[in-house]
């Protein structure tokens, strides 16, 4: 097996950028990291609003990954009718100040994204970038005999013939998908993928559950980490094949109004082979809830400690030290933690595969 490298799918919130902002440098060096552009809020309007949102988005990546490497840019939640200040469109205004700030960004495009989309991203290929990335969704993998066809296609509509081709196949959710059935289509896809000689083809996938309502409260639920225990079975047939997942975020997340959603307290902890999740009650009812969480957690074997700055929290939190008290921050530490692991369960697996038969 050739060295897997992990990408964490993050979307532009403040909580997951500061995830991995307290990354150690190892582990940053390890990521290349993808970020889904936030949906927009209910009731902005085109123009001044979605512009401001925006920019607001592009600094949040901008302030997570400055100076650290490449990244992915994807605006797949947008508003395809979405435009800023004078008819701008999304991915001109994200791409703009990210380059303004000087990332790395590579820019990822879909075929089925519209003819502005692809417009904008010809426009920002044109500017220079390193590469390409194309998300293939669950509706294009179960189509391979088209794949090729329309990749191309869509390569040579956005001008990036000459650039390094990435390929996302990403499944999104599968919290309701057999393991088997994914395996078939990605296995069957990737055999026309192949044909377009990629750089880097990455499978991604998140099996976290998305309802958290379904969680007792107060005790330890396991929930298997599916995505990484398929991924784990393809690269045994496919060492090529990289990793991606969403972490502990589920893909369909939405930027909710607090006003109408009262969340609950809750931890999410990821070991090799299942997340470890532990809930409260309303969060507003209790903002000091995540004490108790964490005391639970802390006496779990699977709890590693302070290996990570996600862990520190939790240890500091269950023996009496400083606690956060907003969701957001225990968003960037359940991120912290899930993507620290995971770099370090990749360089283990990497380590075993390198020894002498």
């Given at each position: 097996?050739?060295?897997?490298?992990?990408?964490?799918?993050?979307?532009?919130?403040?909580?997951?950028?500061?995830?991995?902002?307290?990354?150690?440098?190892?582990?940053?060096?390890?990521?290349?990291?993808?970020?889904?552009?936030?949906?927009?809020?209910?009731?902005?309007?085109?123009?001044?609003?979605?512009?401001?949102?925006?920019?607001?988005?592009?600094?949040?990546?901008?302030?997570?990954?400055?100076?650290?490497?490449?990244?992915?840019?994807?605006?797949?939640?947008?508003?395809?009718?979405?435009?800023?200040?004078?008819?701008?469109?999304?991915?001109?205004?994200?791409?703009?100040?990210?380059?303004?700030?000087?990332?790395?960004?590579?820019?990822v495009v879909g075929v089925e994204r519209d003819t502005a989309y692809k417009l904008a991203v010809r426009h920002v290929v044109s500017a220079g970038v390193d590469a390409i990335a194309?998300?293939?969704?669950?509706?294009?993998?179960?189509?391979?005999?088209?794949?090729?066809?329309?990749?191309?296609?869509?390569?040579?509509?956005?001008?990036?013939?000459?650039?390094?081709?990435?390929?996302?196949?990403?499944?999104?959710?599968?919290?309701?998908?057999?393991?088997?059935?994914?395996?078939?289509?990605?296995?069957?896809?990737?055999?026309?993928?192949?044909?377009?000689?990629?750089?880097?083809?990455?499978?991604?996938?998140?099996?976290?559950?998305?309802?958290?309502?379904?969680?007792?409260?107060?005790?330890?639920?396991?929930?298997?980490?599916?995505?990484?225990?398929?991924?784990?079975?393809?690269?045994?047939?496919?060492?090529?094949?990289?990793?991606?997942?969403?972490?502990?975020?589920?893909?369909?997340?939405?930027?909710?109004?607090?006003?109408?959603?009262?969340?609950?307290?809750?931890?999410?902890?990821?070991?090799?082979?299942?997340?470890?999740?532990?809930?409260?009650?309303?969060?507003?009812?209790?903002?000091?809830?995540?004490?108790?969480?964490?005391?639970?957690?802390?006496?779990?074997?699977?709890?590693?400690?302070?290996?990570?700055?996600?862990?520190?929290?939790?240890?500091?939190?269950?023996?009496?030290?400083?606690?956060?008290?907003?969701?957001?921050?225990?968003?960037?530490?359940?991120?912290?933690?899930?993507?620290?692991?995971?770099?370090?369960?990749?360089?283990?697996?990497?380590?075993?595969?390198?020894?002498?038969?």
């Amino acid at each position: 097996m050739t060295d897997p490298i992990y990408t964490p799918m993050l979307k532009s919130k403040q909580g997951e950028a500061k995830a991995l902002m307290r990354l150690d440098r190892e582990v940053k060096s390890s990521i290349i990291p993808f970020f889904d552009v936030l949906a927009l809020k209910s009731g902005l309007t085109n123009g001044g609003d979605v512009h401001l949102f925006l920019k607001k988005q592009a600094i949040n990546i901008a302030a997570a990954w400055n100076g650290h490497g490449r990244c992915y840019v994807d605006l797949f939640d947008i508003d395809p009718s979405a435009r800023g200040y004078d008819g701008a469109h999304p991915v001109a205004i994200v791409h703009e100040q990210i380059a303004f700030d000087r990332i790395d960004a590579i820019p990822v495009v879909g075929v089925e994204r519209d003819t502005a989309y692809k417009l904008a991203v010809r426009h920002v290929v044109s500017a220079g970038v390193d590469a390409i990335a194309i998300r293939l969704g669950n509706e294009d993998i179960q189509l391979p005999s088209m794949l090729v066809e329309r990749v191309s296609r869509l390569i040579s509509e956005i001008g990036a013939s000459d650039l390094p081709l990435h390929v996302f196949m990403d499944f999104r959710s599968i919290e309701h998908m057999d393991s088997d059935v994914i395996q078939i289509r990605f296995v069957r896809a990737l055999a026309e993928v192949r044909k377009l000689n990629p750089s880097r083809i990455v499978f991604a996938a998140s099996a976290i559950v998305s309802d958290m309502g379904k969680v007792k409260r107060e005790t330890l639920k396991s929930v298997a980490r599916r995505d990484f225990l398929v991924w784990e079975m393809l690269a045994k047939i496919n060492p090529d094949v990289n990793y991606a997942d969403y972490g502990i975020i589920h893909p369909g997340y939405f930027d909710f109004d607090p006003k109408t959603i009262k969340p609950a307290a809750k931890i999410r902890y990821t070991s090799d082979k299942e997340w470890l999740i532990v809930k409260g009650s309303r969060w507003v009812s209790d903002t000091s809830q995540h004490r108790n969480l964490s005391k639970l957690l802390y006496k779990s074997h699977q709890f590693r400690g302070p290996d990570c700055w996600g862990g520190e929290n939790i240890v500091s939190a269950a023996l009496g030290g400083h606690a956060f008290k907003r969701l957001e921050d225990w968003v960037t530490i359940d991120q912290n933690n899930h993507i620290t692991h995971t770099v370090r369960q990749l360089s283990r697996i990497s380590a075993v595969s390198r020894l002498p038969v």
